[in-house]
């Protein structure tokens, strides 16, 4: 029971908005004590873990593209062109954005967008763009709450969508798991059981963009 | 063959220039910081499997103290001013989306042209990467036709990427340690536990009920590991398996599938899920740290509720 302590560590930490690498650390040690390992074995452990997942921050070599790109103008290009298109709401437009990234993710394509290669440069600029044309200059509790909805909006995209692709990791995981508790499945049945829940996020997510735009018009966020 | 190990070259020499180039940024107080902290990070990649697993664990040990003392400060890297911005993006027009759109194309390209490929039976990549490899190709052709196209500076893309990393600063290794510290939870047992507990002690004599435990247990359990592949094998070996399938007769694919998609809800709405919840925040410059979090709870809460109905409709057809 006692190695469950290490789960409280983590919650208690992050609620006291402690620094979470310092947790993190705080956090096996604390499991991997009451576990009976010692502390060196720990620290070897987890070295030996942060080396096998290096793969985890290779998403990062986007930022030298996504800097130089911002040097040169691109936020800026980006809120232009939703600024000429007047009758497009922070709504509609992060909706427009979901529908995309959910059916490219359904065909395997996740890694095309994300949220340092398109939502720092593109989406969340544009959406800025859009809600300063259609409902006036934001405060900056309005930018972030929009810079918040545009990050949500990818991650809810690509979450129920990624499984209606067959050989998504998570459904080939499925697969592995199953067939070693006897259960033979071909992966497609896997993916065909995600498509209700891929369509369900989208009616419940753009119903909630179209209350966010609302809001937005109201000026409830300033 | 091309493997993970030339993308990790690559990510080494990057961290390798935003150490150095931090610890020439006189406006930056804290600069010998920096330079400590994306050196350790380019270490970690250019020498890690050469360092031993405690060699390893004593990086990470430095790399937590030196972001928990705050020892990471802001650089100030010479860049361009909004005015400036305004202008260069009115002269390049939509000459700027050429680099950005090369992300998408060449991925796309890499993913599903390039990654068949072989010569004389050698692979060009090796399969299993092929994403990760293509996305490190297309950073390259896209900083090519930046620095052509838009004759921006050959130091740009370390100026500009040390900028975006300052600004994400310790968060950027978050995901890695929560990977890693998952590794540990595993070795102590931490997933049998909590399974252990959520299968003696939670009610699973009805049908419903059954379904909902497993739907709710898997967001719940997701939200402590941070991961529903770490809660999938607990769960549907602990609850969906013997009681779903065997004693109420379910569809295998139905429960595993919105089993994992109920697991998701659980990700959108945890700090541990850090490379989705907490590093946008700072990516964005967002001053609350669970802005985004915040911002997912309601779909994600709808979702899990939608997931747990579908289950038990379509699984017991």
Redesign the interface.
């Known amino acids: 029971m006692l190695i469950l302590l290490g789960v409280a560590v983590i919650v208690v930490g992050f609620a006291l908005r402690f620094n979470p690498l310092l947790v993190v650390v705080a956090a096996a040690l604390t499991s991997g004590w009451f576990a009976g390992l010692s502390p060196l074995q720990v620290v070897a452990a987890f070295g030996k873990a942060f080396n096998d997942n290096r793969y985890v921050s290779i998403a990062y070599l986007v930022l030298p593209l996504v800097g130089v790109l911002e040097r040169a103008g691109l936020r800026e290009r980006a809120a232009a062109i939703i600024a000429s298109l007047r009758g497009v709401s922070a709504g509609r437009f992060l909706i427009g954005y979901m529908a995309l990234r959910q059916v490219t993710s359904a065909v395997g394509l996740v890694s095309i967008a994300g949220q340092a290669q398109t939502v720092r440069p593109l989406i969340a600029p544009m959406a800025e763009a859009a809600s300063e044309v259609h409902d006036g200059p934001p405060s900056p509790e309005t930018r972030y709450a929009v810079r918040a909805m545009a990050a949500a909006t990818d991650n809810v995209a690509v979450f129920f969508s990624e499984d209606v692709f067959v050989a998504m990791g998570s459904v080939l995981l499925m697969v592995g798991f199953l067939t070693s508790g006897g259960i033979v499945l071909d992966p497609i049945h896997l993916s065909v059981w995600a498509i209700p829940t891929a369509l369900a996020a989208f009616a419940i997510h753009s119903a909630r963009l179209l209350l966010f735009d609302r809001r937005l018009a109201r000026g409830v966020e300033r | 063959m091309i493997k ?1 190990g030339f ?2 070259l ?2 080494g020499l ?1 961290f390798a220039g935003f150490a150095l180039f931090s610890v020439g940024d006189r406006a930056n107080p804290k600069r010998f910081g920096n330079m400590a902290f994306w050196g350790l ?1 380019s270490l ?2 250019l020498a ?2 050469w ?11 430095a ?3 030196l ?2 003392l705050g020892q990471l400060g802001r650089g100030q890297p010479a ?2 001013a909004p005015q400036e ?10 000459q ?2 050429a ?2 759109m090369m ?2 194309v060449v ?2 390209l890499g ?1 599903l042209v390039l990654k068949p490929l072989q010569f004389g039976g050698v692979a060009l990549m090796d399969p299993k ?1 092929a ?2 490899i ?3 190709g297309a ?1 390259i052709v ?2 090519a036709m ?2 052509i196209l ?1 004759r ?1 500076p050959l130091a ?10 300052d600004t994400v600063g ?16 595993a ?4 997933g049998a ?2 399974g252990h507990l959520v299968t003696t002690y939670l009610p699973v004599d009805t049908r419903f009920a059954a379904v909902a435990v497993y739907c709710v247990g898997m967001a719940g359990f997701t939200m ?1 590991m941070g991961n ?2 770490a809660a ?2 607990v769960l ?2 602990g609850v969906a ?1 013997p009681i779903l ?1 065997v004693h109420f007769g379910g569809n ?3 429960i ?3 089993g ?2 109920s697991g ?1 809800c659980g ?2 709405m945890t ?2 899920a ?8 700072a ?7 669970y ?2 979090i ?3 709870i ?2 994600a809460l ?2 899990l509720i ?2 747990t109905v ?1 289950m038990y409709v ?1 699984a017991f057809r």
Do not use: C, H
């Open positions: 993970l993308v990790y690559l990510a990057m990070i970690s990649f890690g499997d360092l031993g697993d405690l060699g390893n664990g004593v990086v990470v040990l790399l937590a103290l972001a928990g860049t361009t911005r305004q202008a260069l993006s009115e002269r390049f027009g939509n700027l989306f680099p950005a992300l998408p991925v796309a993913v990467q994403t990760l293509s996305l490190a950073v896209g900083l930046a620095l838009l921006q740009s893309p370390l100026q500009e990427g040390r900028r975006l990393a310790w968060a950027m290794l978050l995901p890695q340690f929560l990977a890693a510290l998952g590794a540990v939870f070795l102590a047992g931490v536990q909590i402590l529903a592949f999938f094998p549907t070996g398996i399938v295998p694919a139905v595993a599938s919105i994992m998609l998701f990700t959108l700090p541990l850090a490379n989705f919840n907490l590093v946008p925040p990516l964005l410059e967002i001053p609350d740290r802005a985004v915040k911002a997912q309601p779909t709808f979702m939608v997931n579908l379509l």
